[in-house]
Protein backbone atom coordinates (compact mmCIF):
# COMPACT_ATOMS: atom_id res chain seq x y z
CA UNK A 1 0.00 0.00 0.00
CA UNK A 2 1.67 3.68 -0.73
CA UNK A 3 2.60 5.72 2.27
CA UNK A 4 1.28 8.70 0.99
CA UNK A 5 -1.07 9.50 -1.70
CA UNK A 6 -1.32 12.72 -3.28
CA UNK A 7 -4.66 12.54 -5.64
CA UNK A 8 -4.07 15.66 -7.41
CA UNK A 9 -1.46 15.42 -10.58
CA UNK A 10 -1.85 19.44 -11.24
CA UNK A 11 -3.66 22.65 -9.82
CA UNK A 12 -4.10 25.89 -10.99
CA UNK A 13 -4.51 29.26 -8.56
CA UNK A 14 -4.85 32.83 -9.22
CA UNK A 15 -2.41 34.67 -8.22
CA UNK A 16 -3.30 36.07 -4.61
CA UNK A 17 -5.65 33.36 -4.17
CA UNK A 18 -5.14 30.56 -1.65
CA UNK A 19 -4.70 27.30 -2.55
CA UNK A 20 -4.99 23.46 -1.10
CA UNK A 21 -3.06 21.03 -1.90
CA UNK A 22 -3.85 17.29 -0.95
CA UNK A 23 -2.28 14.66 1.16
CA UNK A 24 -3.33 11.28 3.08
CA UNK A 25 -1.28 8.67 4.76
CA UNK A 26 -0.90 5.72 5.84
CA UNK A 27 1.11 4.51 8.43
CA UNK A 28 0.17 2.11 11.66
CA UNK A 29 3.03 3.92 13.51
CA UNK A 30 1.68 6.06 16.29
CA UNK A 31 4.36 8.15 16.21
CA UNK A 32 5.75 9.92 12.79
CA UNK A 33 5.99 13.31 11.21
CA UNK A 34 4.95 14.49 7.83
CA UNK A 35 6.45 16.80 5.72
CA UNK A 36 6.11 19.03 2.38
CA UNK A 37 8.55 20.23 0.14
CA UNK A 38 8.38 22.31 -3.33
CA UNK A 39 10.86 21.23 -6.45
CA UNK A 40 10.97 24.57 -8.80
CA UNK A 41 12.17 23.58 -12.40
CA UNK A 42 15.47 23.85 -11.51
CA UNK A 43 15.43 20.81 -9.89
CA UNK A 44 16.18 20.96 -5.98
CA UNK A 45 13.89 20.03 -3.03
CA UNK A 46 12.90 22.97 -0.63
CA UNK A 47 11.48 21.94 2.58
CA UNK A 48 8.51 24.16 3.49
CA UNK A 49 6.95 22.85 6.72
CA UNK A 50 6.40 20.17 9.35
CA UNK A 51 3.91 18.25 11.33
CA UNK A 52 4.49 15.92 13.90
CA UNK A 53 2.04 13.20 15.16
CA UNK A 54 1.53 14.41 18.37
CA UNK A 55 1.04 18.14 17.91
CA UNK A 56 -1.90 19.48 18.22
CA UNK A 57 -2.07 22.64 16.67
CA UNK A 58 -1.42 22.57 12.69
CA UNK A 59 1.98 23.81 11.54
CA UNK A 60 2.00 27.14 9.80
CA UNK A 61 4.92 28.85 8.37
CA UNK A 62 4.20 31.91 6.96
CA UNK A 63 2.18 31.77 3.41
CA UNK A 64 1.92 28.14 4.35
CA UNK A 65 0.00 26.21 6.67
CA UNK A 66 -1.23 22.22 6.99
CA UNK A 67 -4.52 21.13 7.34
CA UNK A 68 -3.96 18.26 9.89
CA UNK A 69 -6.69 15.87 9.97
CA UNK A 70 -5.48 13.06 12.19
CA UNK A 71 -8.30 10.99 12.44
CA UNK A 72 -8.98 10.98 8.63
CA UNK A 73 -5.00 10.61 7.95
CA UNK A 74 -4.48 13.21 5.86
CA UNK A 75 -2.02 16.48 6.02
CA UNK A 76 -3.05 18.81 3.04
CA UNK A 77 -1.11 22.00 2.50
CA UNK A 78 -2.87 25.50 2.46
CA UNK A 79 -0.81 28.53 0.51
CA UNK A 80 -2.59 31.69 1.13
CA UNK A 81 -1.52 34.72 -0.96
CA UNK A 82 -0.16 32.64 -4.25
CA UNK A 83 2.41 34.32 -6.04
CA UNK A 84 3.93 33.67 -9.46
CA UNK A 85 7.05 32.05 -7.51
CA UNK A 86 5.34 29.10 -6.55
CA UNK A 87 4.70 27.37 -9.58
CA UNK A 88 6.48 24.48 -8.44
CA UNK A 89 5.93 20.85 -7.66
CA UNK A 90 4.96 19.82 -4.04
CA UNK A 91 5.91 16.97 -2.49
CA UNK A 92 4.24 15.18 0.68
CA UNK A 93 6.08 13.07 2.49
CA UNK A 94 6.31 10.67 5.66
CA UNK A 95 8.72 9.88 8.68
CA UNK A 96 7.69 7.10 10.25
CA UNK A 97 9.66 5.89 14.04
CA UNK A 98 9.61 2.50 13.51
CA UNK A 99 11.61 2.79 10.11
CA UNK A 100 14.20 4.17 11.56
CA UNK A 101 16.17 7.39 11.36
CA UNK A 102 14.75 9.59 9.22
CA UNK A 103 13.59 8.03 6.07
CA UNK A 104 11.18 9.84 4.30
CA UNK A 105 8.73 8.00 1.88
CA UNK A 106 7.11 10.83 -0.39
CA UNK A 107 4.22 10.92 -2.90
CA UNK A 108 3.86 11.12 -6.22
CA UNK A 109 3.67 15.33 -6.21
CA UNK A 110 1.23 18.05 -7.54
CA UNK A 111 2.39 20.20 -10.05
CA UNK A 112 0.60 24.09 -9.20
CA UNK A 113 1.07 26.56 -11.55
CA UNK A 114 0.29 30.23 -10.32
CA UNK A 115 -1.54 32.14 -12.93
CA UNK A 116 -1.44 35.88 -13.10
CA UNK B 1 23.44 24.43 8.94
CA UNK B 2 23.38 22.11 6.27
CA UNK B 3 25.20 21.50 2.82
CA UNK B 4 25.40 18.94 0.20
CA UNK B 5 27.29 19.33 -3.12
CA UNK B 6 26.33 16.55 -5.76
CA UNK B 7 28.83 15.68 -9.14
CA UNK B 8 27.90 15.79 -11.77
CA UNK B 9 25.22 17.70 -12.44
CA UNK B 10 23.85 15.47 -15.56
CA UNK B 11 25.26 12.78 -17.31
CA UNK B 12 24.34 11.20 -20.30
CA UNK B 13 25.61 7.75 -21.02
CA UNK B 14 24.89 5.08 -23.27
CA UNK B 15 23.35 1.79 -21.83
CA UNK B 16 25.64 -0.96 -20.51
CA UNK B 17 28.10 1.85 -19.55
CA UNK B 18 29.42 2.51 -16.09
CA UNK B 19 28.19 5.48 -14.23
CA UNK B 20 29.36 7.37 -10.48
CA UNK B 21 27.50 10.30 -8.74
CA UNK B 22 29.46 11.50 -5.77
CA UNK B 23 27.71 12.97 -3.05
CA UNK B 24 30.01 15.61 -0.56
CA UNK B 25 28.04 16.40 2.64
CA UNK B 26 29.86 19.89 3.47
CA UNK B 27 29.06 20.42 6.76
CA UNK B 28 30.19 16.79 8.16
CA UNK B 29 27.13 14.45 8.86
CA UNK B 30 26.41 10.93 9.82
CA UNK B 31 23.94 9.74 8.28
CA UNK B 32 23.49 10.21 4.65
CA UNK B 33 21.05 9.06 2.00
CA UNK B 34 21.30 8.55 -1.78
CA UNK B 35 17.40 8.89 -3.34
CA UNK B 36 16.27 8.35 -6.97
CA UNK B 37 13.75 10.21 -8.39
CA UNK B 38 11.81 8.74 -11.61
CA UNK B 39 10.34 11.75 -14.07
CA UNK B 40 7.32 12.46 -12.78
CA UNK B 41 7.37 10.99 -9.96
CA UNK B 42 8.46 11.17 -5.75
CA UNK B 43 12.14 10.91 -4.56
CA UNK B 44 12.50 6.81 -3.52
CA UNK B 45 14.77 5.63 -1.14
CA UNK B 46 17.88 3.74 -1.90
CA UNK B 47 20.33 4.04 0.80
CA UNK B 48 20.75 4.94 4.23
CA UNK B 49 24.58 5.19 5.77
CA UNK B 50 25.42 5.89 9.25
CA UNK B 51 29.20 6.82 8.90
CA UNK B 52 30.86 4.07 6.43
CA UNK B 53 27.61 1.64 7.75
CA UNK B 54 24.39 0.72 5.26
CA UNK B 55 22.47 0.50 7.58
CA UNK B 56 19.51 0.20 4.97
CA UNK B 57 20.16 -0.64 1.38
CA UNK B 58 16.62 -2.94 1.07
CA UNK B 59 15.81 -0.58 -1.98
CA UNK B 60 18.80 -0.76 -3.68
CA UNK B 61 18.60 -2.84 -6.31
CA UNK B 62 22.32 -5.42 -5.99
CA UNK B 63 22.92 -6.56 -8.88
CA UNK B 64 23.74 -3.29 -10.85
CA UNK B 65 23.91 -0.32 -8.05
CA UNK B 66 26.61 0.26 -5.56
CA UNK B 67 27.46 2.25 -3.12
CA UNK B 68 30.23 3.38 -0.80
CA UNK B 69 31.45 5.85 2.04
CA UNK B 70 34.50 4.92 3.41
CA UNK B 71 35.21 6.90 5.41
CA UNK B 72 32.02 8.39 6.79
CA UNK B 73 32.49 11.69 5.12
CA UNK B 74 32.02 11.52 0.61
CA UNK B 75 29.61 8.74 -0.62
CA UNK B 76 29.63 7.57 -4.07
CA UNK B 77 26.94 5.65 -5.87
CA UNK B 78 27.57 3.27 -8.80
CA UNK B 79 25.80 1.91 -11.59
CA UNK B 80 27.03 -0.70 -14.15
CA UNK B 81 25.80 -1.59 -16.37
CA UNK B 82 23.02 0.92 -16.60
CA UNK B 83 20.17 0.10 -18.22
CA UNK B 84 17.09 2.57 -19.87
CA UNK B 85 15.01 2.82 -16.86
CA UNK B 86 18.01 3.94 -14.47
CA UNK B 87 17.59 7.85 -16.19
CA UNK B 88 16.73 9.69 -13.52
CA UNK B 89 17.64 12.34 -10.88
CA UNK B 90 19.87 10.97 -8.03
CA UNK B 91 19.50 12.80 -5.04
CA UNK B 92 22.03 12.95 -1.56
CA UNK B 93 20.51 14.04 1.35
CA UNK B 94 21.34 14.85 5.11
CA UNK B 95 19.56 15.50 8.14
CA UNK B 96 19.25 19.11 9.06
CA UNK B 97 21.47 19.86 12.01
CA UNK B 98 19.13 21.08 15.33
CA UNK B 99 16.45 20.19 13.55
CA UNK B 100 14.17 17.41 15.64
CA UNK B 101 12.07 16.96 13.31
CA UNK B 102 13.91 14.79 10.44
CA UNK B 103 13.68 17.06 7.90
CA UNK B 104 16.54 16.25 5.12
CA UNK B 105 18.66 18.63 3.20
CA UNK B 106 18.86 17.65 -0.17
CA UNK B 107 21.79 18.24 -2.61
CA UNK B 108 21.24 19.81 -6.35
CA UNK B 109 21.04 16.12 -7.53
CA UNK B 110 22.78 14.03 -10.43
CA UNK B 111 20.34 13.88 -13.79
CA UNK B 112 20.98 10.88 -15.84
CA UNK B 113 20.05 10.16 -19.06
CA UNK B 114 20.52 6.60 -20.54
CA UNK B 115 20.28 6.05 -23.93
Given amino acids: ?116 | EAGVVQSPRYKIIEKKQPVAFWCNPISGHNTLYWYRQNLGQGPELLIRYENEEAVDDSQLPKDRFSAERLKGVDSTLKIQPAELGDSAVYLCAVPVRGANTGELFFGEGSRLTVL
Fill in chain 1, 1 to 116: AQKITQTQPGMFVQEKEAVTLDCTYDTSDQSYGLFWYKQPSSGEMIFLIYQGSYDEQNATEGRYSLNFQKARKSANLVISASQLGDSAMYFCAMREKQTGANNLFFGTGTRLTVIP
